[in-house]
C-alpha cells in the first residue's frame, strides 16, 4: 500500500545490479554536480528489494536473515518476525507494494506475543512496536495497532521498579521482570513509541510510564549535567559514571529532543538544551581542527578516553534537529574522516591516534542517517555525493549473495553472517531519503524513532 504520509514518488524498475569491487584504498566521494539522485533512488530501491527478496527466500517469517548460511536466526527460540516488522514502512515509503503487502500481511496472520519468552526491552520496543506503530500509520491496518497495543501491555510491567525507571528484560506470558541493573538508552528509549501508542490507543498510561522514566533518569543527573553508563533502577544509584554519547547512552538525549518535538513537550525540550549544553561542554573536544565527542567522568568531567565510533555517528543528525548545524556539520566531517579511513567505518577509534579500537562494522545506519538530516537543512550537494560513497561502499564490501552482511573487520573486510533488521528499517532507509525529493518527509509532522521508524503527529 502506497504511503499517504510520505506522498508518490517517480519510481521506475528496479536499477540494482552493482557488483562486488575489490577491497583497495576508501575512494572519494564523487563531485557532487555528477549525482543524478532519481537514479540514485532506483539504485537504493533495488538494493532493497533485493535484500528483502533474500531474507523471503532463506528467512520467511524468521527474525532475521544469514545471508553467508542462507539460513535464519530467531532471537528467543521462536520467531517474533522482527525483520517483516522493522522493514514494513521502509517497503511502503519505497513503493515496493508487492513486498509491502506480503510483509503486512505475515504480520497480521503470524504475529503474536503470547509466548513464554523473555525479551529486551528495548530492542523489541523500538523495532517491533516503533514497526508496528509507524507500518499502522502508513498503512492505515487496524491489525498492526491491536498488535502494538497488545505488546505494549505486555512490555508494561518493566516500570514497575521501586524508582519508576524500567527493568531490562520482561516474559511476554508472566510479566516476569529482570535485569535491575542497566542503562541510560535502555531507560529512556521509550517515550515515542509508547507515547505514541498512548495517542493511537486513548490509553495514557503508556505513555506517562515512559515519560516518568525519562524525567527520573534525567533526575539523576550529576552536577555537571551528564549521566552515566550503567545504573541500578530498583536503587537509583549509578554503578558505572563513565560518562558519553555512544551506545548505551546515545539514544536517551536523542529521545529528549525528539519527544519535545513529537509531544509537544516543553518540559522534555528544556531537559535536551541543559544536557545538550553539558555534553558541548564537557564531552566535545577538538583535536587537529576536528569535533569529537569522548569520555569523561560524569561527577568530575575529567577526561578518560577517546573514542568515538559507528555510534555515536548519529549525534550530528540530532544537533540539526536542535538548531545546532555548525557543529552538525563539523562532527559529520569527523565521521566521514572515520568512514574513510579504511571504507568503511569501525565500531570504535581513538580519535587522537585515530587507530581502530574495535574493527568490526555492524552495518549501521548511524552515520548516513546524520548526513541527511544534515543534507535536509543545509542544500549542500556535497551530501549527496558522501551518501553515494556510502551505498558504493556497502555494495563493494558488505554485499553478500543477494544480501548485505556485518563485517568481523573493516581492516581486512571479513564477513560475518548476519543482515541486522535495523539494515532494512534504517540503514536502507536513509540513503533511499538521502536522494529521494524532500517533500517526501514533512518533518514539521513526522518524527523518526531511533531505528527510524517515522511516527506522524496526528493528535
Ligand atoms: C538500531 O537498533 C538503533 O538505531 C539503535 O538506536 C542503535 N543500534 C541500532 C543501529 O546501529
Given at each position: 500500500m502506497r504511503s499517504s504520509l510520505l506522498g508518490v514518488l517517480m519510481l521506475a524498475a528496479c536499477g540494482c545490479?552493482a ?18 539522485r532519481a537514479a540514485m533512488v532506483e539504485r537504493v530501491r533495488g538494493e532493497m528489494r533485493r535484500a528483502w527478496a533474500a531474507y523471503v ?26 525483520t517483516p516488522v522493522d522493514a514494513l514502512d521502509t517497503l511502503v515509503m519505497m513503493g515496493l507494494t508487492d513486498e509491502a503487502t506480503a510483509a503486512r ?26 514497526g508496528?506503530?509507524s507500518g499502522?500509520q502508513l498503512t ?225 545506519p548511524?552515520?548516513i542517517e546524520?548526513?541527511w ?14 551518501g553515494?560513497?556510502?551505498l558504493?561502499?556497502l555494495v ?6 543477494d544480501g548485505f ?14 543482515m541486522?533488521s535495523y539494515f532494512l528499517a534504517e540503514t536502507l532507509k536513509y540513503l533511499y531519503l538521502m536522494f529521494a525529493p524532500d517533500d517526501a518527509v514533512?518533518?514539521?509532522?513526522v518524527?523518526f524513532?531511533?531505528e527510524a521508524h517515522p ?5
Amino acid at each position: 500500500m502506497r504511503s499517504s504520509l510520505l506522498g508518490v514518488l517517480m519510481l521506475a524498475a528496479c536499477g540494482c545490479g552493482a557488483t562486488a569491487a575489490p577491497s583497495g584504498p576508501p575512494a572519494a566521494p564523487a563531485p557532487p554536480g555528477a549525482i543524478d539522485r532519481a537514479a540514485m533512488v532506483e539504485r537504493v530501491r533495488g538494493e532493497m528489494r533485493r535484500a528483502w527478496a533474500a531474507y523471503v527466500r532463506d528467512a520467511w517469517g524468521h527474525d532475521e536473515l544469514r545471508p553467508v548460511t542462507r539460513t535464519a536466526r530467531d532471537w528467543y527460540g521462536e520467531s517474533l518476525l522482527i525483520t517483516p516488522v522493522d522493514a514494513l514502512d521502509t517497503l511502503v515509503m519505497m513503493g515496493l507494494t508487492d513486498e509491502a503487502t506480503a510483509a503486512r500481511r505475515l504480520i497480521d496472520e503470524r504475529l503474536a506475543f503470547d509466548k513464554d519468552i523473555t525479551v529486551k526491552n528495548f530492542e523489541i520496543t523500538i523495532r517491533v512496536l516503533g514497526g508496528l506503530l509507524s507500518g499502522y500509520q502508513l498503512t492505515g491496518d487496524a491489525q498492526l495497532l491491536r498488535l502494538a497495543d497488545d505488546l505494549g501491555a505486555r512490555l508494561l510491567p518493566v516500570f514497575g521498579s521501586p524508582t519508576g525507571m524500567p527493568y531490562m528484560f520482561v516474559n511476554l506470558k508472566t510479566g516476569a521482570v529482570s535485569g535491575a541493573k542497566t542503562n541510560p538508552a535502555e531507560i529512556g528509549t521509550l517515550v515515542l513509541e509508547f507515547g505514541a501508542l498512548s495517542k493511537l490507543t486513548g490509553k495514557p498510561i503508556y505513555l506517562d510510564k515512559a515519560r516518568n522514566a525519562l524525567v527520573q533518569l534525567y533526575a539523576r543527573r550529576s552536577k555537571l549535567g551528564l549521566v552515566g553508563e550503567e545504573i541500578d533502577v530498583e536503587t537509583g544509584q549509578w554503578l558505572s559514571p563513565n560518562s558519553h554519547v555512544g551506545g548505551g547512552i546515545d539514544s536517551y538525549y536523542e529521545y529528549l529532543l525528539k519527544g519535545s518535538i513529537l509531544f509537544r513537550d516543553a518540559e522534555l525540550g528544556r531537559m535536551w538544551r541543559t544536557s545538550a549544553a553539558a555534553l558541548d561542554q564537557h564531552l566535545a573536544e577538538d583535536v587537529a581542527g576536528g569535533l569529537w565527542y569522548g569520555q569523561v567522568d560524569m561527577a568530575t568531567g575529567a577526561r578518560t578516553a577517546a573514542e568515538f565510533g559507528a555510534l555515536h555517528a548519529f549525534l550530528p543528525g540530532v544537533l540539526v534537529l536542535g538548531g545546532d548545524l555548525a557543529r552538525a556539520r563539523r562532527l559529520e566531517a569527523s565521521c566521514i574522516r572515520m568512514w574513510q579511513l579504511r571504507g568503511i567505518e569501525p565500531e570504535v577509534i581513538d580519535y587522537r591516534s585515530m587507530a581502530i579500537r574495535a574493527p568490526g562494522y555492524q552495518l549501521r545506519p548511524e552515520i548516513i542517517e546524520s548526513a541527511w538530516y544534515l543534507r535536509r537543512a543545509t542544500g549542500d550537494p556535497q551530501y549527496l555525493a558522501i551518501g553515494k560513497m556510502f551505498l558504493d561502499d556497502l555494495v563493494a564490501h558488505t554485499r553478500a549473495g543477494d544480501g548485505f552482511t556485518v563485517l568481523t573487520s573493516v581492516e581486512t573486510m571479513a564477513q560475518g553472517d548476519l543482515m541486522p533488521s535495523y539494515f532494512l528499517a534504517e540503514t536502507l532507509k536513509y540513503l533511499y531519503l538521502m536522494f529521494a525529493p524532500d517533500d517526501a518527509v514533512d518533518l514539521e509532522r513526522v518524527v523518526f524513532t531511533t531505528e527510524a521508524h517515522p511516527l506522524r503527529r496526528t493528535w
